[in-house]
């Protein structure tokens, strides 16, 4: 089946303790991205990628890190994070060729608490 | 500045009937848009885009328009379903090259049966 697929999809943690969200997709995809969900602001782009080793800064990157070793992952990391970092987390991924390679398949997503 | 607006949080509408759901952007150098619908506990999926260089797609019971002038869109699901009852979210892009996206803040349709 084709999926995005995102772990852990639940993390509470503390300030400062580094951690880092997997996201892999299966479908061969140039394209991956990351994204939060606020209330009231809709979904802010962090951080992409248009294929291996080749990333570049979405809205809202600021404490965040990501890196693109292989097609299939792209992982999200946080390396001292913070309160205002408590967010609900979206990888996607899209294919970067023909007329609807902006449509982006989405994983199920992470929320993340920072106490 | 939200560059892409959804100004109504919520909409309601009757099994059957038309909904139509709204969206306006300041950036004038957008011109590939998208809607993605969300149910609770789910990733966005896909459900229809437009280039600028056209002002209506259609694709079944969904049609966007653009009007690139008042920089606006709009979603027309007709009839609406109550398996509609999701969030709707806008999102644009400047096109081809730009890897880019922009989302609007969400519609909260709900269809009564």
């Known amino acids: 089946e084709a999926q995005v697929t995102q772990n852990p999809r639940y993390l509470i943690t503390v300030t400062g303790k580094k951690l880092t969200v997997t996201c892999s997709q299966n479908?061969?995809?140039?394209?991956m991205s990351w994204y939060r969900q606020d209330p009231g602001l809709g979904l802010r782009q962090i951080y992409y990628?248009?294929?291996?080793?080749?990333?570049d800064k979405g809205d809202v990157p600021e404490g965040y890190k990501v890196s693109r070793k292989e097609k299939r992952n792209f992982p999200l990391i946080l390396e001292s994070p913070s309160p205002n970092q408590t967010s609900l987390y979206f990888c996607a991924s899209s294919p970067l060729a023909g007329w609807d390679y902006n449509e982006q398949f989405f994983g199920p997503g992470t929320r993340l608490t920072v106490l | 500045d939200q560059q892409v607006k959804q100004n109504s949080p919520s909409l309601s509408v009757q099994e059957g009937r038309i909904s139509i759901l709204n969206c306006d952007y300041t950036?004038?150098?957008?011109?590939?848009f998208l809607w993605y619908k969300k149910y609770p506990a789910e990733g966005p999926t896909f459900l229809i885009s437009?280039?600028?260089?056209?002002d209506k797609n259609e694709d079944g019971r969904f049609t966007v328009f653009l009007n690139k002038s008042a920089k606006h869109l709009s979603l027309h699901i007709v009839p609406s379903q109550p398996g509609d009852s999701a969030v709707y979210f806008c999102?644009?892009?400047?096109?081809?090259?730009?890897?880019?996206?922009?989302f609007g803040t969400g519609t909260r349709l709900k269809v009564l049966a």
């Open positions: 950036n004038s150098m957008f011109d590939y």
């Open positions: 437009i280039s600028s260089i056209k």
């Open positions: 990628s248009m294929n291996v080793e080749v990333t």
């Open positions: 479908m061969n995809h140039e394209y």
């Open positions: 999102a644009a892009s400047e096109g081809t090259g730009t890897y880019k996206y922009i």
